[in-house]
T-cell receptor, first 119, second 111 residues
Framework: EPEVTQTPSHQVTQMGQEVILRCVPISNHLYFYWYRQILGQKVEFLVSFYNNEISEKSEIFDDQFSVERPDGSNFTLKIRSTKLEDSAMYFC?????????????????FGNGTRLTVT | AQRVTQPEKLLSVFKGAPVELKCNYSYSGSPELFWYVQYSRQRLQLLLRHISRESIKGFTADLNKGETSFHLKKPFAQEEDSAMYYCALGGYGGATNKLIFGTGTLLAVQP
């Protein structure tokens, strides 16, 4: 069964440094997402991406964050200048259809996550 | 505001006992509700969704719009059911494609 893959599994960086988290969504999926989970807290939506542009973003996704689909397979999340509070597990997800576009939602397929530690 | 509440952080039951994981939501329109599960060292994966009205691994969940609930139930718990369970609200109004997750409930099934 095809899976969403994320690399690296664990990233340690110093405050103020730039990080890029990488994801390879399932090949025939059209919608891509980043979520994050701070330790002990809920999974939070960051951004959704479709047709080479951001379709929706949360208030968490400020100017320090950006996403890109540089080629036909990768989907990246960049944090320009990391802060201590960016430490979290970051999950990439993809779906075949847009949830909510019809009465039958396409489920999200999640990657294993990248644990980002900012020191 | 859209919100999902899972009141229990931990639910511990013995094998063979019934399980009910509670989920309440807040949304003014027509909700789409999901249960996601995360087994130890595995990825978050869809367990079931209300619109398909299916039973997966013996689990069922019924959307109760009057009580704004989507509780997950299983009549006889198995040890392999031990995992983190997240209720999620999504697809509301067709104008968004994000999921709102609850804080999750850790189900521990004792032998």
């Amino acid at each position: 069964e095809p899976e969403v893959t994320q690399t690296p599994s664990h990233q340690v960086t110093q405050m103020g440094q730039e990080v890029i988290l990488r994801c390879v969504p399932i090949s025939n999926h059209l919608y891509f997402y980043w979520y994050r989970q701070i330790l002990g807290q809920k999974v939070e939506f960051l951004v959704s991406f479709y047709n080479n542009e951001i379709s929706e973003k949360s208030e968490i996704f400020d100017d320090q964050f950006s996403v890109e689909r540089p080629d036909g397979s990768n989907f990246t999340l960049k944090i320009r200048s990391t802060k201590l509070e960016d430490s979290a597990m970051y999950f990439c997800a993809s779906s075949e259809e847009m949830p909510g576009a019809s009465s039958y939602n396409s489920p999200l397929h999640f990657g294993n996550g990248t644990r980002l530690t900012v020191t | 505001a859209q919100r999902v509440t899972q009141p229990e952080k931990l639910l511990s039951v013995f094998k063979g006992a019934p399980v009910e994981l509670k989920c309440n939501y807040s949304y003014s329109g027509s909700p789409e509700l999901f249960w996601y599960v995360q087994y130890s060292r595995q990825r978050l994966q869809l367990l079931l969704r209300h619109i398909s009205r299916e039973s997966i691994k013996g689990f069922t969940a019924d959307l109760n719009k009057g009580e704004t609930s989507f509780h997950l139930k299983k009549p006889f718990a198995q040890e392999e059911d031990s995992a983190m369970y997240y209720c999620a609200l999504g697809g509301y109004g067709g104008a968004t494609n994000k999921l709102i997750f609850g804080t999750g409930t850790l189900l521990a099934v004792q032998p």
